[in-house]
């Protein structure tokens, strides 16, 4: 068995009567990119500042490549952290700056001079070594920053939204750096951020963190399309919400009377759901096919027509919204690629349709 290089049992991190962090467990296998995505305050920082060594747990252990570390001060645990603001030092060059934390260690001059060389050239950049940091681009202080933490050798980086500083531009194109780099160095990576983007974009594996807890961990595939909490299927991806309550089941096939009065044929895959009880439907907008009229979604078991209320340009993500004729919320729809219903305005009537299993319907208290 392939001994985790990061396991985190029943980690708890109490601030008086905040609880930051609650029963927390999760195993990052070697090699992987591993991300903790939540909302502000969720408990993020804690969890990391913990494996990092600057908090203790109020209960729980953190162990690397099979070792608790709990007894290990930060500077004697094998890994290390990126930070928002980088904290490289700007009267230093490149080739300092990486060398830093190898001065610190005793490693002799020529040793640091080859294990510099060797890591700007891993992060492609092998002549900016005389350069100041001031003379990089955000990207380029991005990489010099993993660098000076890859050049330690740790088991584990830890990368606390280093992107969050970047226009949304770079941004863009550092995810699939980091990613790139990541895979380079080989090391296990433990990224945390409020970006589902960004997780769903670079992670092999993601958790959905709220208020101090671990919702779901599994793929960015797994958790966009079988999200297993409402707070997952909210959080991870856009989706129409109905709240109701369930008037029919037969197996995970159901019926729902929403409280907007529309009645709506859901899926619970698996989870109990049963007559009676107070439910939600949630639906991606790429689900919900657009007809011209009313036979092109016959097919389908959830069926409306309803007036576009707003249209969305924003090129292959375009939306739209329409209020149902028959009453209640507005419903986002994806518009197809196919550029077929581009000439679409508001106020026309259009019809919609989409199939039960693409109605994801949890409990949200048993009846
Ligand atoms: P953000 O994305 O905004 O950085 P986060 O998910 O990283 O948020 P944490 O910083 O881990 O969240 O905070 C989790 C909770 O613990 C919050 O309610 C926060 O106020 C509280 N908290 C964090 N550090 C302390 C502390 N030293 N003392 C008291 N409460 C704290």
């Not at 990119?33 to 502000?40: E, N, Y």
Request: proline letters at 5%.
């Amino acid at each position: 068995m392939t001994i985790p290089d990061l396991e985190c049992t029943d980690l708890t991190k109490r601030f008086g009567d905040t609880s930051a962090v609650e029963n927390v467990s999760f195993e990052v296998p070697p090699g992987s990119f591993f991300s903790i995505l939540g909302p502000s305050g969720c408990g993020k920082t804690t969890i990391m500042r913990m494996i990092a060594g600057f908090l203790a747990p109020t209960s729980g252990d953190i162990r690397i490549k099979g070792r608790s570390v709990l007894d290990a001060p930060p500077n004697k645990r094998p890994v290390n952290m990126v930070f928002q603001h980088l904290a490289l030092f700007p009267m230093m060059n490149i080739a300092d700056n990486i060398g830093y934390g190898l001065r610190r260690q005793g490693v002799s001059k020529p040793e640091i001079t080859r294990k510099v060389g060797e890591v700007l050239e891993r992060i492609g950049l092998p002549d900016i070594g005389e350069r100041k940091v001031d003379e990089l681009s955000g990207g380029q202080k991005q990489r010099v920053a993993i660098a000076r933490c890859m050049v330690l050798e740790p088991d584990v980086l830890l990368l606390d939204e280093p992107l969050g500083a970047l226009d949304l531009k770079l941004r863009e194109h550092m995810k699939i750096e980091l990613k790139a780099l990541q895979s380079a160095f080989d090391t296990t990576f433990v990224y945390i951020t409020h970006d589902q983007s960004e997780a769903l974009v670079m992670s092999d594996n993601i958790a959905v963190m709220n208020a101090g807890r671990f919702e779901q961990i599994g793929s960015a595939r797994d958790l966009y399309y079988r999200p297993e909490t409402p707070f997952v299927a909210s959080f991870v991806g856009d989706s129409n919400r109905w709240r109701g309550r369930v008037v029919s089941v037969s197996g995970d096939n159901l019926r729902l009377r929403s409280e907007s009065g529309l009645d709506l044929c859901g899926n619970s895959h698996g989870r109990p759901v049963s007559d009676g009880d107070e439910a939600e439907i949630f639906v991606r907008p790429e689900a919900i096919r657009l007809g011209r009229g009313e036979a092109d979604i016959a097919h389908f078991d959830n069926r409306l027509s309803g007036r576009v209320t707003s249209l969305l340009f924003n090129g292959a993500a375009s939306r739209i919204l329409l209020r149902p004729d028959s009453g209640g919320e507005e419903i986002e729809v994806a518009l197809p690629q196919s550029g077929e219903f581009a000439h679409l305005s508001r106020g026309d009537t259009v019809h919609v349709g989409w199939s039960s299993d693409q109605g994801n319907c949890f409990a949200t208290e048993t009846g």
